[in-house]
């Protein structure tokens, strides 16, 4: 169970100040490489041509789809610039405060081995970003036998040195060949440009009938909802993608994939998230309310609410769970 508490853990807010900084340097960087990628003028979630800008941040241009709510960094960055940028000073930084995090960070991962569990108990997986080595380890004392990819070359000379027997590869997932029972993405398709070349990419990666686990930040919740654009997860060039449960669950079910959970689990988080924002009087009452502003003091209602939230798909984060349809050409 991860709990209100919970978020300081993660978030040392040190360490968090220091990324901040570092990472507006590295955007300086990237931004002196030109970008060959044109600016869309359709969806690239669900095909409209219903596009508009929605705003500037961190001198990168978000667009958003008026049909499906999809946001995201339009043109997308060049696979050039977001080299650099993940290998950069700030994401050091933060393997450094994932590592320090690492007991509160391991229980989200065991929670979301159970949910594997639940599904499939045994066969390859493939786990696209997971250098840091958290979730592997959380599969220890499974039949699962993983393989990982992931970009940030410093993340993967640790993941060997700790992991010598698991397959590594620091290379992008798109040129990965290879077929597997699940394909897992934590916090990873929110930095992954080209979508619709993505989601062709898990079709192969996935076999028939096989699973794939993800989770991103949903933009349809009460703490993004409340902090609008000041929220630390809209973050171009770092998050290229902004989702909502909505929209991920209708882009799976159309491109291959059986829907078979949508959930935000961990409301307790937003509820945190928004308790800070009172408390360092940087909240906008008009999106918060009053009444909230006011009862979230209260424990038992805080809990509840989160509780509530989780229910509703309100929750910052969203876990899919997805089942390959079988190729109907066989
Ligand atoms: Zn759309």
New binding site residues.
Partial sequence: MINISDIEDIHPEELTKKIVDLDKEDIENILQIPNKNSKLSK?P??G?SQLFDYCNKNKFNISK?S??D?GFVNPYPSNEQLSVYYNGKAKDVENEVFLKTKCTRMKIFEERVSRILNHIKNGKLLDIGGSLGFFVESLKNTDIKPTVVDLNASGCKAFADKFPDVPMYNQDFMVHDGKYNIVTLWDSLEHLPSIEKVIAKLNELVKDDGYLFMSTPNVKSFEQFVAGNDHPQVCPPSHVNYFNCDNLKKWFSNNGFDVIETITPNGSFDVAFVKKLIESNSVDNSKLGLFLKEFLKNDIFATNFADSLSKSCLGGNVIIVAKKKRDKNL
């Fill in positions: 969806c979630l669900c409209s789809c049909d499906c999809f």
